[in-house]
């Protein structure tokens, strides 16, 4: 594959996981008794306000952008393969009901275009400072 061709598959693919990840992580601003629920129902962990869901809402924010841009690319792909592995695999049980819920299995593709540009991050060249 011509390095041209990969590269503008890598910038694809990191703008396309980055607009979902965006929208999680809005939906944190947004709507934050929404992010408290999906915490409490598929990581077990309750009782999160609006504050501690704006804090986590920046964190996350900081690192997407730097991920969108290709800054300190080992670290902020790995953040978002970490991320949404544990979104993807924390709603397991879903999956076992897999016409009650179609759209979770869209969690697994997404998930492995975040591995594939992890691995690749090194011919990722569109990217804040070019190729590393």
Known sequence: MPVRSLS???????????LVMFVWTIDKFVNP???SGVFEKFYGLGGFGVWP?????V???VILLAFVAGVARTWTYGFVV????????AAFGLYLQP?????????WPMWAACIALFLLREHDQYTVGGSS
Not at 53 to 57: F, I, Q, S, V
Not at 99 to 107: E, G, P, R, S, V
């Open 53 to 57: 869901m704006w804090a986590l809402g």
């Open 59 to 61: 964190i996350e924010l």
């Open 99 to 107: 016409f009650d819920h179609l759209l979770f299995f869209a969690a």
């Open 33 to 35: 008794e929404h992010a």
């Open 8 to 18: 503008i598959s890598l910038l694809l693919l990191r703008l396309s996981v980055f």
């Open 82 to 89: 970490i991320a949404h592995g544990v979104s993807t695999l």
